[in-house]
């Protein structure tokens, strides 16, 4: 079963935020929203371990800290994995 999410931060915490989600290891898929439109979508493999999960999204990252510094506030949607 799969729950999804909201959370509403500021551009200068949009990369510390996913970091975290992804540390969690329980995330399926990760949307960044801004201003209605989907700018980056990003599908984890459940599973994962989470060092392995960062190093493989490293460049997904560093484009992030960039869109990051151009936007004041954005959406991120993530869709979880709950475990029966």
Wanted: hydrophobic fraction near 50%.
């Amino acid at each position: 079963m799969t729950t999804n999410e909201k959370f509403t931060i500021s551009g200068s915490q949009l990369v510390d935020k996913i970091k975290q989600l992804i540390h969690e290891g329980n995330i399926r898929r990760v949307r960044v929203i801004y201003k209605g439109k989907t700018v980056l979508e990003i599908p984890l493999s459940i599973g994962a371990p989470a060092a392995a999960a960062i190093t493989m999204a490293a460049p997904v990252l560093a484009a992030l800290g960039a869109f990051a510094a151009l936007v004041t506030e954005c959406t991120i949607e993530v869709e979880k994995v709950e475990k029966s």
